[in-house]
């Protein structure tokens, strides 16, 4: 049984960071994309970041780059979200999920999800 476990939310004033984990188990994801979105207050959810866990390549988000990294541990069977220079507008449930797809971005294209962590960002 596929299980994402995500951790790391919390509350941080502006400017500052937080390093988001998502634990993975229940079967090998080195052939798999891993994907971070997110859903603020009355929005729809949106994707934030990707990583092919086999060979490392990754894809973000406009609203990600250059502030964000995706980033895995085989070892732990973990992948991370380190999220730099946070504003008030990345406050937001995020939440890790699993694709077939190579840098998937498209929330469909996901077949197993997380239950998410809160994050929010004060001004």
């Known amino acids: 049984q596929v299980q994402l476990v995500e951790s790391g939310g919390g509350w941080v004033q502006a400017g500052g960071s937080l390093r988001l984990s998502c634990a993975a188990s229940?079967?090998?994801?080195?052939?798999?994309?891993m994907g971070w979105f997110r859903q603020a207050p009355g929005k729809e959810r949106e994707f934030v970041a990707a990583?092919?866990?086999?060979?490392?390549?990754?894809y973000y988000a406009d609203s990600a780059k250059g502030r964000f990294t995706i980033s895995t541990d085989n070892a732990k069977n973990t992948v991370y979200l380190q999220m730099n220079s946070l504003k008030p507008e990345d406050t937001a449930i995020y939440y890790c999920?699993?694709?077939?797809?190579?840098?998937?971005?498209?929330?469909?294209?996901?077949?197993?999800w997380g239950q998410g962590t809160q994050v929010t960002v004060s001004s």
């Open positions: 999920a699993s694709s077939r797809v190579f840098l998937q971005s498209r929330e469909s294209g996901y077949d197993y």
């Open positions: 990583i092919f866990w086999m060979l490392g390549n990754t």
């Open positions: 229940g079967r090998t994801f080195t052939g798999y994309t």
